[in-house]
């Protein structure tokens, strides 16, 4: 596999097509960071983190809308990819659907939202869009 990144987003994107509540994907810091990320900014219900042998996995608890059975993420979108990456810095990085939406940014301070990274004045690389 030569981006995992994209594969973490293949499998949330191909699992909330199917309908699924609960996947499991094999588990990376980068991974991790990603899934507090989407957890904090409720576009999923829930995360474990699971060690079992030497990677581990990430179990997640997707997120619906009880009444409509609508998911809360409608589009993951990877943005900076190994063939070319994508930098910003604090004063050009992207408002996704015009701020309702987030950029999820890896930064030296860790990986973070778009928001938090222009209040603290930081840019990085723009790994991907969700909303």
């Known amino acids: ?4 990144i994209a594969d973490y987003l293949t499998r949330l994107r191909n699992a909330i097509k199917a309908r699924h509540r609960v996947i499991e994907i094999p588990a990376s810091n980068v991974k991790k960071e990603m899934t507090k990320v989407l957890f904090d900014k409720g576009y ?3 995360y474990k ?3 079992d042998g030497v990677q581990g996995k990430i179990k997640i608890a997707l997120k619906y809308n009880s009444r409509t059975k609508e998911p809360a993420i409608i ?3 990877r943005i ?3 063939g070319l990456r994508k930098y910003a810095g604090a004063g050009e ?3 996704v659907l015009n701020g309702l939406g987030i950029a999820i940014i890896s930064t030296s301070k860790g990986i ?3 928001k938090e990274a222009r209040t603290q004045h930081i840019g990085g690389e723009i790994l991907c869009h969700v909303y």
């Open 80 to 82: 900076s990819k190994p």
């Open 1 to 4: 596999m030569t981006d995992p």
């Open 49 to 51: 983190f699971e060690d």
């Open 93 to 95: 990085l992207p408002r």
């Open 112 to 114: 973070m939202t778009d």
């Open 75 to 77: 589009k993951l979108e």
């Open 44 to 46: 999923i219900l829930n």
